[in-house]
């Protein structure tokens, strides 16, 4: 192992189910090395990997109180706390586990943040506008947290508002896997927008098919509209690849796909799956096939019993990242590439 620190994995109250899945991965991985090198005595190494044992509570005034009810001094803590809504609550609740972990004199604090906030307010658009993203990573350090991890988020130079290491994972293997079959020999990977068709072609390179980008404009209503569609998408399925779903109204612009020629049964590979209400009720379109979402995010039972909506996993991934940092193995092939 590469370190003499124990690695210790908590969890926010935001996805634990994600988190137990990583520590039952981290076990299966810490048995297989035990298996492989029994000369290994590093500390840690012969102990069972568990969900760390923490506390989240809401006063009645709706102030987020945290604990730590075991001991973490000079061990390795990996955090796992997406920030998925409601966005502040699960945001604060971290920040305040960071604070906990660092003045429980945790040896590193690792924030794990499948889905990142704020995101998507990484720049200024317009004058006099914050840019948020940049103050939620100015937050973490400033709490001196050690490392950040996440997955697939909005502009890829979010990762440069840190000083600190930041791991870019993907969730594109879990999600292009649902696609690897041969009913799918005839899809076409599809970019809603002209700013997503960088992260699209991954998925095609990936998957081996066309690459097709949606061409919209704004307009006076404040509403876009798809202008013409660009690739060959005729006689094709078409999956619609992005990075996160909330109020769908990319569901409500796949008529454009199928006026030109694909056919009338559109897949969608989407990693965040926020999915507000009236996403939901687009789902209705008889033109949807299929919702694949990644669990960064929880979701409720309606969202999971859905039968247009499928969960593929990413905690296998996340798993081998945290043990091989924890390792001091290289990552290189597991984080996302431009």
Not at 69 to 77: A, L, N
Not at 166 to 181: N, R
Request: aromatic share 6%; charged share 20%.
């Amino acid at each position: 192992m590469g370190t003499h620190h124990p690695l210790r994995v908590f969890s926010g109250s935001a996805n634990r189910t994600l988190a137990g899945q990583v520590v039952q991965h981290l076990e299966t991985l810490r048995v297989a090395h035990k298996a492989a090198h029994p000369e290994d005595d590093s500390i840690g190494i012969n102990e069972p990997v568990t969900l760390g044992r923490c506390t989240t509570k809401c006063f009645p005034d709706t102030e987020t109180h945290v604990t730590i009810d075991q001991v973490v001094r000079d061990q390795d803590v990996y955090i796992i706390q997406p920030c998925s809504p409601p966005v502040n609550n699960h945001l604060m609740e971290l920040l305040l586990y960071v604070d906990a972990f660092r003045r429980a004199s945790a040896h590193e604090i690792t924030a794990v943040i499948p889905y990142f906030p704020y995101a998507r307010q990484e720049r200024m658009a317009k004058s006099r506008e914050a840019i948020s993203a940049r103050v939620v990573a100015t937050m973490l350090e400033a709490l001196r947290v050690g490392r950040v991890i996440y997955f697939d988020v909005h502009v890829a130079a979010t990762q440069g508002f840190f000083n600190v290491p930041v791991d870019p994972l993907t969730a594109l293997p879990a999600l292009a896997g649902y696609f690897m079959k041969p009913e799918f020999q005839d899809a076409a990977i599809v970019a809603p927008d002209v700013g997503r068709a960088k992260f699209a072609s991954r998925y095609a390179e990936y998957l081996k098919l066309p690459l097709v980008v949606m061409h919209k404009r704004r307009e006076d209503d404040g509403k876009t509209k798809v202008t013409h569609v660009v690739g060959d998408i005729k006689d094709k399925i078409p999956i619609v690849i992005d990075d996160v779903i909330a109020g769908g109204s990319v569901l409500t612009q796949l008529d454009e796909l199928v006026r030109v020629g694909a056919r009338p049964e559109v897949y969608l590979a989407i990693t965040h799956g926020v999915l507000l209400p009236k996403a939901l009720d687009a789902l209705a379109n008889p033109l949807i096939r299929r919702l694949v979402i990644s669990d960064t995010i929880e979701q409720p039972p309606a969202v999971q019993s859905h039968p247009k909506i499928a969960i593929v996993s990413v905690a296998e991934l996340l798993a081998k990242v945290t043990w091989r940092i924890h390792s001091g193995a290289s990552i290189s092939d597991l984080i996302e590439k431009e």
